[in-house]
């Protein structure tokens, strides 16, 4: 089992979650075996017209895919191990099944057991698990079962591992992290730390918006991912692994190693 499980959560989607994911596993690696998973995903990116053919794949999962670190003379994850749930439709997770016949609604006994059992076979392999939460904290997933119970099945309360926080730098961003920091607490799982991740344009006042949330946040700042303005996402995703992984480092040489370690108490 792992020595850590982290469970990646942020204020919103599109918040810098998977950065944030390959960061930690591209740094966390240098110390042991670290492994991404993305339990549900929803979106499937296609080639266009015009582009060169790949098989359609899901950006998240690919990204965690790339920087996970096996452990030496371990065989390098699949596709269906990372992403064991990867959905049609760039939508809520409930939804897109909905749309795909899928009967979530009605029983998540099915779906948590293949997720859990996903999660499980990863967590035996690594020193770190890192798992990418969908959306924000509360996004539903099935009957009885949202992202905030996936959470506590992956690092359940007195675990070694928890939570870390993407804020998302826009405004807004201050609310949408208290209520999450106070959900996290009430669901009663270690907040482990919180990353601020930048988008295209610097939100005013950036400074003394972080100093309100280093302030209020019940947990240290790991670090500040800024905009990586020349960086080719899509054609690394498509193409080139090794390009993600070098996007994954420059991303993780903001995050501070020393913090992090010790929120992991390692
Ligand atoms: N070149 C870049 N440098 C830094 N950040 C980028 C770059 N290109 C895109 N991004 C950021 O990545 C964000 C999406 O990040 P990410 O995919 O990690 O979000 P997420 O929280 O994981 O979303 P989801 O809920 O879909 O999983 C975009 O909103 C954008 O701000
Ligand atoms: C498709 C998207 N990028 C995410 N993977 C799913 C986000 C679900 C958000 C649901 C919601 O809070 O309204
Ligand atoms: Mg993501």
């Known amino acids: 089992m792992p020595e850590s499980t982290i469970f990646i959560t942020g204020t919103d989607t599109e918040v810098g979650k998977t950065w944030v994911s390959a960061a930690l596993l591209q740094l966390l690696g240098r110390h042991g075996a670290a492994l991404g998973c993305k339990p549900v995903s929803a979106g499937q990116t296609h080639p266009q ?33 990372v992403g064991p749930i990867q959905l049609d439709e760039p939508c809520a997770p409930h ?35 890192v798992v990418e939460g969908v959306g924000g904290w509360a996004v539903p997933l099935a009957q ?22 993407v804020v998302g730098l826009r405004l807004g961003c201050l609310n949408h992290a208290l209520l999450t920091a106070q959900a996290v607490a ?63 480092m420059r991303a993780a040489s903001h995050l501070d190693q020393a913090r992090l370690l010790r929120a992991l108490g390692s």
């Not at 998240?60 to 596709?79: I, K, M, N």
């Not at 009967?103 to 392999?125: C, F, I, Y």
């Open 49 to 81: 017209p015009g582009e060169a053919p790949f098989a359609p794949f899901n950006e998240d999962v690919r990204w965690l895919q790339a920087c996970s670190v096996p452990a030496v003379g371990d065989a390098p994850l699949l596709d269906a191990q």
């Open 95 to 129: 939804i897109a099944a909905a749309r795909q016949g899928l009967s979530w609604d009605q029983d998540a006994a099915p779906l948590r057991s293949t997720v859990l059992g996903a999660v499980e076979a990863l967590a035996a392999r690594s020193r770190w698990l």
């Open 144 to 165: 009885g079962w949202d992202s905030a119970a996936l959470a506590r099945d992956v690092c359940p309360p007195g675990s070694t591992g928890g939570v870390v926080l």
């Open 186 to 248: 009430a669901s009663g799982l270690r907040l482990l730390g919180w990353v601020a991740k930048s988008g295209p344009q610097p939100m005013a006042h950036e400074a003394e918006n972080l100093a309100t949330l280093d302030a209020l946040l019940p947990a240290p700042r790991l670090g500040h991912i800024p905009w990586l303005g020349d960086a080719d996402v899509g054609h690394a995703l498509r193409y080139d692994a090794a390009a993600l992984r070098a996007l994954a």
